[in-house]
Nanobody
Framework: QVQIVESGGGLVQTGGSLTLSCVVSGYTFNFNGFGWYRQAPGKRREFVAAISSGNITHYADFVMGRFTISRDNAKSTVYLQMNSLKPEDTGVYFC????????????WGQGTQVTVVS
């Protein structure tokens, strides 16, 4: 069973940066894609970014040019580098397997809280 642990969130001022980490276990990490998602207070969870097993990346329009997703197969870890943060980026950030999310079979962890203040 896949286990995912997100970390790296925190409180940051507008324009600041954070790097989130997602450590994956119990899964064939190297051969699968992963994605970051977020949920703002009172809103539905939304897609942020994804990276394939071949390092092809895809981003939501609202983070294009500001966020960078990457992976380290040796550490079974996915990263999300977030720059130029805005208050609207505030929310709980989750990591998961996009294929599982798409078919509604994803199991969500605790996520990591990101709070951007002006």
């Amino acid at each position: 069973q896949v286990q995912i642990v997100e970390s790296g969130g925190g409180l940051v001022q507008t324009g600041g940066s954070l790097t989130l980490s997602c450590v994956v276990s119990g899964y064939t990490f190297n051969f699968n894609g992963f994605g970051w998602y977020r949920q703002a207070p009172g809103k539905r969870r939304e897609f942020v970014a994804a990276i394939s097993s071949g390092n092809i990346t895809h981003y939501a329009d609202f983070v294009m040019g500001r966020f960078t997703i990457s992976r380290d197969n040796a550490k079974s870890t996915v990263y999300l580098q977030m720059n130029s943060l805005k208050p609207e980026d505030t929310g709980v950030y989750f990591c998961n397997v996009p294929t599982q999310v798409t078919i509604g079979r994803a199991s969500w962890g605790q996520g990591t809280q990101v709070t951007v203040v002006s």
